[in-house]
């Protein structure tokens, strides 16, 4: 590990002293821990998924400690990111093989926004001298596009090909929770093509994820998605365990906690008296979006 390796891990390890506003909380029971404690029973063969608010400079710099915490257990990690779609992992080989520049792969894959700059980091992070890799994870956009607007049945055989072998949608308690922060729908309809269409996200993600676990048992793969995949097990975390449920999951919440009080933080990360705890481990830290 090099040097600056070294200095971010230490300078984040002495943040998880201030355990109520900023650090690494246990989700049960919200002790106090070091990254080391969190990741130390991680081994290979496990998914570590990383829940984020996107755009956060902070976010990005807590993945890339427990990355490089991983690493330091003597660990070959590989990263899924979200922001990928798995129909362009080619597109995504050849970046990281260095066929493809920087700006060749982003027009190529129709990065849109937030910047590249907060995904840079996580995307190069694997060391292809090891077997590690970059996956790409997350169903066409064309797709979860036309299921939001027309429905599950509104697919062409084509169309349903791109889907994950044997999709399921996401549990119950997710999908009330999912329905909860969309008040506005037009009717309920909307709301169950909406979340059909969060299913394909989550279930595709897991599908690839599961699959590539399998065909390197010696690695880990730790995935980068946004926050409410990850939150109480019930999106991606749920989707791993069905398709795979001799996989060890490890998830990580990482809780923005700028301008929040006392009060707010601790409802913030309570457990939810239906699901559980929010992760495993949620980091609090306050973070402050750069812009997209």
Same mark, same amino acid.
């Given at each position: 590990?090099?040097?600056? =390796?070294?200095?971010?891990? !230490?300078?984040?390890?002495?943040?998880? #002293?201030?355990?109520?506003?900023?650090?690494?909380?246990?989700?049960?029971? /919200?002790?106090?821990?070091?990254?080391?404690?969190?990741?130390?029973?991680?081994?290979?063969?496990?998914?570590? +998924?990383?829940?984020?608010?996107?755009?956060?400079?902070?976010?990005?710099? /807590? /993945?890339?400690?427990?990355?490089?915490?991983?690493?330091?257990?003597?660990?070959?990690? !590989?990263?899924?990111?979200?922001?990928?779609?798995?129909?362009?992992?080619?597109?995504?080989?050849?970046?990281?093989?260095?066929?493809?520049?920087?700006?060749?792969?982003?027009?190529?894959?129709?990065?849109? !926004?937030?910047?590249?700059?907060?995904?840079?980091?996580?995307?190069?992070?694997?060391?292809?001298?090891?077997?590690? $890799?970059?996956?790409?994870?997350? #169903?066409?956009?064309?797709?979860?596009?036309?299921?939001?607007?027309?429905?599950? !049945?509104?697919? &062409?055989?084509?169309?349903?090909?791109?889907?994950?072998?044997?999709?399921?949608?996401?549990?119950?308690?997710?999908?009330?929770?999912?329905?909860? $922060?969309?008040?506005?729908?037009?009717?309920?309809?909307?709301?169950?093509?909406?979340?059909?269409?969060?299913? +394909?996200?989550? %279930? &595709? $993600?897991?599908?690839?994820? &599961?699959?590539?676990?399998?065909?390197? @048992? %010696?690695?880990?793969?730790?995935?980068?998605?946004?926050?409410?995949?990850?939150?109480?097990?019930?999106?991606?975390?749920?989707? +791993?365990?069905?398709?795979? @449920?001799?996989?060890?999951?490890?998830?990580?919440?990482?809780?923005?906690?700028?301008?929040?009080?006392?009060?707010? +933080?601790? &409802?913030?990360?309570?457990? =939810? @008296?239906?699901?559980?705890?929010?992760?495993?481990?949620?980091?609090?830290?306050?973070?402050?979006?750069?812009?997209?």
């Amino acid at each position: 590990m090099n040097s600056w =390796s070294l200095f971010l891990v !230490s300078v984040l390890l002495s943040a998880c #002293a201030h355990a109520q506003t900023s650090g690494i909380l246990r989700g049960n029971t /919200q002790q106090p821990v070091l990254l080391q404690e969190a990741v130390g029973s991680v081994a290979p063969g496990s998914i570590v +998924i990383i829940g984020e608010n996107h755009g956060f400079k902070e976010h990005q710099t /807590q /993945q890339l400690a427990i990355m490089t915490a991983l690493r330091a257990e003597g660990l070959k990690v !590989s990263v899924g990111m979200e922001f990928f779609t798995y129909t362009q992992q080619d597109l995504v080989d050849s970046y990281r093989k260095g066929a493809l520049t920087e700006p060749e792969f982003l027009k190529a894959i129709a990065w849109g !926004s937030p910047s590249y700059d907060y995904y840079r980091g996580q995307a190069e992070f694997p060391l292809l001298s090891e077997g590690a $890799m970059t996956l790409a994870l997350n #169903a066409p956009r064309s797709l979860t596009g036309k299921v939001s607007k027309q429905g599950l !049945s509104s697919l &062409t055989p084509e169309e349903s090909a791109l889907l994950p072998p044997q999709f399921s949608l996401g549990r119950d308690s997710y999908k009330h929770r999912f329905l909860s $922060m969309m008040p506005h729908l037009p009717n309920p309809e909307a709301g169950e093509r909406y979340f059909a269409a969060q299913s +394909i996200w989550d %279930d &595709t $993600m897991a599908w690839k994820a &599961t699959e590539f676990i399998a065909a390197h @048992p %010696d690695q880990v793969l730790v995935i980068v998605v946004g926050e409410f995949h990850v939150q109480y097990g019930g999106g991606l975390p749920d989707r +791993i365990h069905a398709r795979a @449920p001799q996989v060890p999951v490890l998830t990580f919440s990482q809780v923005n906690t700028l301008d929040l009080t006392e009060e707010e +933080i601790s &409802t913030e990360i309570a457990p =939810s @008296p239906v699901e559980g705890p929010r992760a495993d481990f949620l980091w609090l830290a306050p973070a402050q979006s750069l812009g997209l």
